[in-house]
């Protein structure tokens, strides 16, 4: 989301944000895979939830499953 949807909404900004897109999907997931990695290594979150069908949601899982951590996947109409 656009900084201002957040100011918007009032919720806090992003604590992380790759900022990757406008490339082929297999690029996107090459380069957010090792960067979630790295924040996972750093983080060491208990469980990582992804939201969707989405490419982002494809590469926190495998960021996860690389760094051993939990993987929640939610669904049912969250966009909508």
Same mark, same amino acid.
């Given at each position: 989301?656009?900084?201002?949807? $957040?100011? +918007?909404? &009032?919720? /806090?900004?992003?604590?992380? !944000?790759? !900022?990757?897109? &406008?490339?082929?999907? !297999?690029?996107? *997931?090459?380069?957010?895979?090792? =960067?979630?990695?790295?924040? $996972? /290594?750093?983080?060491?979150?208990? *469980?990582?939830? *992804?939201?969707? +069908?989405?490419? !982002? =949601?494809?590469? &926190?899982?495998?960021?996860?499953? /690389?760094? &051993? *951590?939990?993987?929640?996947?939610?669904? /049912?109409?969250?966009?909508?």
């Amino acid at each position: 989301l656009r900084e201002q949807a $957040f100011i +918007d909404l &009032g919720l /806090a900004p992003p604590q992380v !944000s790759l !900022s990757i897109g &406008g490339i082929p999907v !297999s690029h996107q *997931v090459a380069r957010m895979t090792p =960067a979630l990695r790295a924040v $996972f /290594a750093r983080e060491r979150p208990s *469980v990582v939830i *992804v939201q969707g +069908d989405t490419t !982002s =949601a494809l590469a &926190g899982a495998l960021a996860a499953a /690389a760094e &051993g *951590v939990a993987l929640a996947h939610i669904e /049912a109409g969250l966009r909508s």
